[in-house]
């Protein structure tokens, strides 16, 4: 719980450290709805009838039994625990992918396009691209998707900003490192070995990469301005990952291919459901056929069909 309250705390880049001991203090100055299990109407309620707003007024005017008596032994106990840094629960561990990779960064001003490169780049090497290389050689995924949002003073309102975004489809290809983006590039053969070779050939790729990434990054940011700019936040979003095979080939389905896929898939369900609705008429229509023999045959006496009733006028 203080680790999850403390990474919310200084974002993007700035760190909070807490020891144990430190704790209490640190939540002593956090307003109570900050607390796991404490949302707006418990809030409101501690604000309203006992006048708490904050984690210290909430240990310091409410004991253990009066929180039961009020909340419930459930949430009683849980606010009780928690104003004091007490969290038993288990820490889980998600299986989940993230659906994007995101990377934040914030300064005073920046007017300089090559300043905004060197930005770019650094997130680019520092936060973004060893995810998704680690990525692809767990799972083989690789994003397709380039999204950037950038932030700049509101010159109409003191004190508040504007973002603007642009996204872009970009080829699976252009996040996977081959030998085509290191070609062209040779080494003196003197006093060079093998694996000399090969460490730069895959760093020669990898500055490729990088670069090809940040073209397009340049693109989507000249969509948004096209001359002069004065911005103060950047972030850059990669998402939409999908399967890919080593020479940057999309190995799954296309969304056209699954669009038929699925459409056929419910076009056999509706065949089948108009199976089901025809049989289901043909037996209730024989069993209406045994039903009035049945009658026939109580009122006449005679065991004979309706169909055989019918041949007889014909």
């Known amino acids: 719980m203080a680790a999850k309250l403390a990474g919310s705390l200084h974002k993007p880049n700035q760190q909070t450290t807490i020891l144990p001991n430190f704790v209490p203090a640190f939540l002593e100055s956090l307003p109570v709805a900050t607390l796991p299990g404490c949302g707006q109407v418990i809030s409101e309620r501690l604000k309203e009838h006992f006048?708490?707003?904050?984690?210290?007024?909430?240990?310091?005017?409410?004991?253990?039994?009066?929180?039961?008596?009020?909340?419930?032994?459930?949430?009683?106990?849980?606010l009780f625990q928690t104003a004091r840094g007490i969290d038993t629960r288990p820490v889980k561990k998600t299986s989940k992918r993230v659906k994007t990779m995101t990377a934040v960064d914030t300064f005073f001003s920046c007017t300089c396009r090559k300043k905004l490169r060197s930005h770019m780049r650094r997130l680019l090497t520092l936060q973004i691209l060893p995810r998704i290389d680690?990525?692809?050689?767990?799972?083989?995924?690789?994003?397709?998707l380039i999204r950037l949002t950038v932030r700049r003073k509101n010159p109409?309102?003191?004190?508040?900003?504007?973002k603007h975004s642009r996204q872009i489809t970009v080829s699976s290809s252009m996040f996977v490192l081959s030998d085509k983006m290191s070609s062209g590039v040779s080494l003196s053969p003197v006093n060079t070995s093998e694996d000399d070779i090969k460490s730069s050939s895959e760093k020669t790729s990898s500055n490729v990469r990088n670069e090809l990434i940040l073209d397009e990054l340049f693109r989507l940011f000249g969509k948004i301005f096209y001359d002069t700019f004065n911005i103060t936040g950047l972030c850059m979003e990669f998402g939409k990952f999908r399967t890919t095979k080593k020479n940057g080939q999309i190995s799954s389905s296309p969304p056209l291919l699954k669009y038929f896929k699925r459409k056929f898939a419910m076009s056999q369900s509706n065949v089948s459901t108009e199976?089901?609705?025809?049989?289901?008429?043909?037996?209730?229509?024989?069993?209406?056929?045994?039903?009035?023999?049945?009658?026939?045959?109580?009122?006449?006496g005679v065991d004979v069909s309706v169909e055989e009733i019918e041949k007889m006028f014909m």
């Open 275 to 300: 199976n089901k609705s025809l049989n289901r008429k043909r037996k209730s229509e024989q069993a209406e056929k045994v039903r009035v023999d049945q009658i026939c045959a109580e009122q006449t």
């Open 51 to 78: 006048g708490i707003a904050s984690v210290k007024e909430l240990r310091e005017k409410l004991s253990l039994k009066e929180l039961v008596a009020s909340f419930g032994e459930r949430t009683g106990n849980s």
């Open 134 to 144: 680690t990525r692809f050689e767990i799972y083989g995924e690789v994003p397709t």
């Open 156 to 162: 109409r309102v003191l004190g508040t900003s504007i």
